[in-house]
């Protein structure tokens, strides 16, 4: 499967960004469980949401958790990521990711196969 992130961009902290995450080619789109992980400069990736193939389950890092939200259009193979109350400690390049297996917890970058190119949010002060 092939992923696209788009949506990011520069915005005031406080402000809100909605990344959307397109996915081609593979298995059939309901079959994935989705997440958004993110990096931040000279920093590790981390885990910031995921979403199971009906979408029924979700998951949030204690970091962005009340203030954003993961959710899917299996219709329209696309995962979105809502966040808002953006602060500048969120300033990353936002990565979807895509497993077929999910043989791993689900806030555990090994468990995903497939990574989309990413995105850049930029939250100034």
């Known amino acids: 499967v092939q992923l696209q992130a788009s949506g990011g961009g520069l915005v005031q902290a406080g402000g809100s960004l909605r990344l959307s995450c397109v996915a081609s080619g593979g298995g059939g789109f309901d079959t994935y469980h989705m997440a958004w992980f993110r990096q931040a400069p000279g920093m590790e990736r981390e885990f910031v949401a995921s979403i199971g193939w009906g979408g029924g389950s979700t998951l949030y890092a204690d970091s962005v958790k009340g203030r954003s939200t993961i959710s899917r259009d299996n219709a329209k193979n696309t995962v979105y990521l809502q966040m808002n109350s953006l602060k500048p400690g969120d300033t990353a390049v936002y990565y979807c990711?895509?497993?077929?297996?999910?043989?791993?917890?689900?806030?555990?970058?090994?468990?995903?196969?497939?990574w989309g190119q990413g995105t850049q949010v930029t939250v100034s002060s």
């Open positions: 990711a895509a497993s077929g297996s999910m043989g791993y917890r689900p806030d555990a970058a090994i468990a995903y196969d497939a």
